[in-house]
């Protein structure tokens, strides 16, 4: 797989036969300036595309020329997929020229969590397993975003198999959050949402299993959404744990969420968790709707052990939405009894792929699997009986769940109760609790890393992260708000009135090209392999 140098790269794009426009002697970013191509939200896009006063091959030259300058300080792409890119452009321009237009995502890049099968191009889960898997057919939601125009810009670092809140392993070593880079961006997303808030995309493709999306969202300032379970199609996408496997959008806004969502969804027959749900639904529209009607729960085990300073933020948004909406209890349901979680899916595919890879894992994945394949005496795994029976629970969880919005229409709560850790601290956090538990990251669950957005994964039910403050030292808060299933058009609009009301999401960390990258400890696992910026030819 060919890395190339800066000058190099520069050549690459600056020479390709695809490449219309010369790129400008100085970067279009480098002056801070709001309405620079890489800053520019998808929905402005969209409406330049549109009015054909922008060319996707200018926007696409733009951000290869930022990600070549900044994605070696965030590590958030580890594939960047330029010639392709700028071919996919060229094509696309000549259709917008002719006035031919594919959808509102004609022309506009965007990143995929390097989890989602692209055809001809590696797809590696982060991993050392598969660092040389290049998957024949797309993702199902990848073919979907090509049909409406959306061009595939690069493939975005994630924590392996996404199994894991930090971000930080990856055998292309860990994500840097952009607002501070000595620190996780969460996960399992981690370069979706790093991409976003460092401006090397527009847009990014997230999954989420117990917080995937929300986490790293919260983190870095970035706006994710986890839709209804099965909205979306995951064929193609390797799995975390099937059953709680949801993919969705990720962006700077939340009008941008709404915009990519409505070329998201759609049944797959060929997905066995897909849902034949509401089609044809305008998510702009419906993020337009009034929410003064809207009545709010907050409630308070959703607090518990919550950072202090996360907590004051969100009661301070809360007090925001209290004026938009018809109220806010913190009475809402605790939906005791409602439980239940998929046992034995993610042991059954890791399984089948050391029967054929053998054990290569980063750790502490390694220690998990190398024990669940050689358990020590005593260990006990779940029967065939007990995984029935956790399918069974799950099923009735999800059915009964809307059942308990009843005083209220959605919940509001902090999307995380504790801070983004430091790369280091978490590093070695990770690699004292593999062995000799196997309880790989309980510490980072029970201190907050998924505590609140898990629930919602195993009710399939559609929340949202979206920026709400800042921590004295300039780290990102996040709010969560969920609601019933198939709610999407009313979470989106409180998330748009909120953010309508505030200006969080207008923030953006301070990367230049002169930004020191601080040092990872000697010893915490290291990359594997340096990203790469484009594909094999």
């Known amino acids: 797989m060919p890395q190339f140098t800066r000058r190099e790269f520069a050549r690459l794009v600056a020479g390709t036969a695809a490449a219309t426009v010369v790129l400008p002697h100085a970067p279009a970013w480098a002056a801070d300036d709001p309405d620079t191509l890489t800053t520019l939200t998808v929905t402005e896009i969209s409406a330049r595309i549109h009015a054909k006063t922008l060319t996707s091959?200018?926007?696409?030259?733009?951000?290869?020329?930022?990600?070549?300058?900044?994605?070696?300080?965030?590590?958030?792409?580890?594939?960047?997929?330029?010639?392709?890119?700028?071919?996919q452009a060229a094509v696309l321009d000549a259709e917008a020229k002719a006035g031919k237009f594919r959808g509102p995502l004609h022309g506009i890049p965007l990143a995929l969590k390097d989890n989602i099968d692209t055809a001809g191009t590696r797809t590696t889960a982060a991993s050392p397993m598969f660092k040389d898997r290049i998957p024949t057919e797309d993702a199902t939601i990848v073919t979907k975003l090509k049909q409406s125009g959306a061009i595939i810009l690069a493939k975005a670092n994630l924590h392996e198999f996404a199994i894991g809140c930090t971000g930080d392993i990856s055998y292309f070593g860990p994500s840097r959050n952009p607002w501070a880079l000595d620190h996780i961006t969460g996960g399992s997303s981690a370069g979706s949402a790093a991409s976003l808030a460092a401006y090397l995309t527009p847009a990014a493709l997230g999954t989420d299993?117990?917080?995937?999306?929300?986490?790293?969202?919260?983190?870095?300032?970035?706006?994710?959404?986890?839709?209804t379970l099965g909205l979306v199609s995951i064929r193609g996408i390797i799995p975390c744990r099937a059953s709680n496997d949801h993919c969705g959008p990720m962006?700077?806004?939340?009008?941008?969420?709404?915009?990519?969502?409505?070329?998201?969804?759609?049944?797959?027959?060929?997905?066995?968790?897909?849902?034949?749900?509401?089609?044809?639904?305008?998510?702009?529209?419906?993020?337009?709707?009034?929410?003064?009607?809207?009545?709010?729960?907050?409630?308070?085990?959703?607090?518990?052990?919550?950072?202090?300073?996360?907590?004051?933020?969100?009661?301070?948004?809360?007090?925001?939405?209290?004026?938009?909406?018809?109220?806010?209890?913190?009475?809402?349901?605790?939906w005791e009894g409602l439980t239940g979680d998929a046992t034995g899916e993610q042991e059954e595919y890791h399984h089948e792929l050391i029967e054929k890879y053998g054990i290569s894992y980063m750790l502490p994945d390694r220690t998990r699997f190398e024990r669940m394949e050689n358990p020590p005496a005593g260990t006990k795994f779940a029967t065939a009986m007990e995984s029935v029976k956790a399918h069974q629970q799950l099923a009735t969880t999800r059915r009964m769940i809307d059942s308990h919005f009843t005083n209220f229409d959605l919940v509001v709560v902090p999307t995380t109760v504790m801070q983004a850790g430091k790369i280091n601290d978490s590093l070695?956090?990770?690699?004292?609790?593999?062995?000799?538990?196997?309880?790989?990251?309980?510490?980072?669950?029970?201190?907050?890393?998924?505590?609140?957005?898990?629930?919602?994964?195993?009710?399939?039910?559609?929340a949202i992260s979206v920026p709400c403050g800042f921590t004295k030292d300039g780290l990102p808060i996040g709010l969560m708000i969920a609601g019933p299933h198939y709610t999407e058009g009313k979470v989106l609009a409180l998330a748009y009135a909120y953010q309508q009301a505030t200006e969080w999401h207008l923030k953006k960390p301070k990367l230049t090209a002169d930004t020191p990258v601080p040092v990872i400890k000697e010893g915490a696992p290291a990359a594997g392999e340096k990203p790469v910026l484009a594909p094999p030819s």
């Not at 299993?209 to 870095?220: D, K, N, V």
Request: net charge negative.
């Open 57 to 87: 091959t200018d926007l696409v030259k733009a951000l290869l020329d930022r990600i070549n300058v900044i994605n070696p300080k965030v590590n958030a792409l580890v594939t960047v997929m330029g010639k392709d890119a700028l071919a």
């Open 251 to 334: 962006a700077r806004t939340v009008e941008d969420v709404a915009l990519m969502l409505g070329q998201m969804t759609g049944f797959d027959p060929l997905d066995i968790y897909s849902i034949p749900g509401p089609t044809n639904v305008d998510y702009v529209k419906e993020m337009h709707q009034p929410v003064k009607s809207f009545r709010l729960g907050t409630p308070a085990s959703f607090y518990d052990h919550v950072d202090p300073e996360i907590e004051i933020a969100v009661k301070a948004a809360i007090e925001v939405l209290k004026g938009l909406t018809a109220g806010v209890t913190s009475e809402a349901p605790l």
């Open 209 to 227: 299993t117990g917080g995937s999306i929300r986490c790293p969202s919260a983190w870095c300032g970035t706006v994710g959404l986890k839709p």
């Open 428 to 462: 070695a956090q990770e690699a004292r609790s593999a062995p000799p538990t196997g309880k790989v990251y309980a510490w980072f669950e029970t201190g907050g890393g998924c505590t609140n957005t898990r629930p919602f994964d195993l009710f399939g039910i559609p």
